[in-house]
T-cell receptor, first 113, second 114 residues
Framework: SAVISQKPSRDICQRGTSLTIQCQVD?????MFWYRQQPGQSLTLIAT?????????ESGFVIDKFPISRPNLTFSTLTVSNMSPEDSSIYLC??????????FGSGTRLTVV | AQTVTQSQPEMSVQEAETVTLSCTYDTSESNYYLFWYKQPPSRQMILVIR??????QNATENRFSVNFQKAAKSFSLKISDSQLGDTAMYFCAFMTGANSKLTFGKGITLSVRP
């Protein structure tokens, strides 16, 4: 299965600023998924990123707040823009690189103060 | 829309005993996949087991097995010979082939007592 390197592992940010999270996969994948896990909650899909096209966002998530880049088949970034304390969460990327066996990055724990 | 329900928020089991975690789902699709993921305090999501809906045989992975009841839309996880390292959050998840998106349940906190 694929191995995902996700950075940073954690960060503490000031409100109003932006943070970019990176995911690097050790193999080429068609789709990359970005999830948010609020404290004590389950995972919620933010968007699906395909190489060469705009990301597809789920209801409740917008591109201006969570812009995503997918420059090639092994890399993607998620930016959390104009952060507020409500954005404090764990953000995870995921890929399906082995026939419906989804692998996750190690997550980014974001705290907004 | 697909939904996944994990009604038990937490469970506790004695080391070496067996525990079953419940999950139900709702879908109108006929082709789908079901998963159990483990999330220890490190927050890494680890795939425990996967079931393809068209396969009648229940999936097994070492100490982990599922009871897949398609008609009842039930997908429970049995952990045998529980170990301290099994202490974690466990999430049930669902995916259809149409969009490849995972839908997660709320999760259950499992504690294994020494």
């Amino acid at each position: 299965s694929a191995v995902i390197s996700q950075k940073p592992s954690r960060d503490i940010c000031q409100r109003g600023t932006s943070l970019t999270i990176q995911c690097q996969v050790d193999s080429q994948v068609t789709m990359m998924f970005w999830y948010r896990q609020q404290p004590g909650q389950s995972l919620t899909l933010i968007a699906t990123a395909n190489q060469g096209s705009e990301a597809t966002y789920e209801s409740g998530f917008v591109i201006d707040k969570f812009p995503i880049s997918r420059p090639n088949l092994t890399f993607s970034t998620l930016t959390v823009s104009n952060m507020s304390p409500e954005d404090s969460s764990i953000y995870l990327c995921s890929v399906d690189a082995a026939g419906r066996r989804y692998t996750f990055g190690s997550g980014t724990r974001l705290t907004v103060v | 829309a697909q939904t996944v329900t994990q009604s038990q928020p937490e469970m506790s089991v004695q080391e070496a005993e067996t525990v079953t975690l419940s999950c139900t789902y709702d879908t109108s699709e006929s082709n789908y996949y079901l998963f159990w993921y483990k999330q220890p305090p490190s927050r890494q999501m680890i795939l425990v087991i996967r079931q393809e809906a068209y396969k009648q045989q229940n999936a097994t992975e070492n100490r982990f097995s599922v009871n897949f009841q398609k008609a009842a839309k039930s997908f429970s996880l049995k952990i045998s010979d529980s170990q301290l390292g099994d202490t974690a959050m466990y999430f049930c998840a669902f995916m259809t082939g149409a969009n490849s998106k995972l839908t997660f349940g709320k999760g259950i906190t499992l504690s294994v007592r020494p």
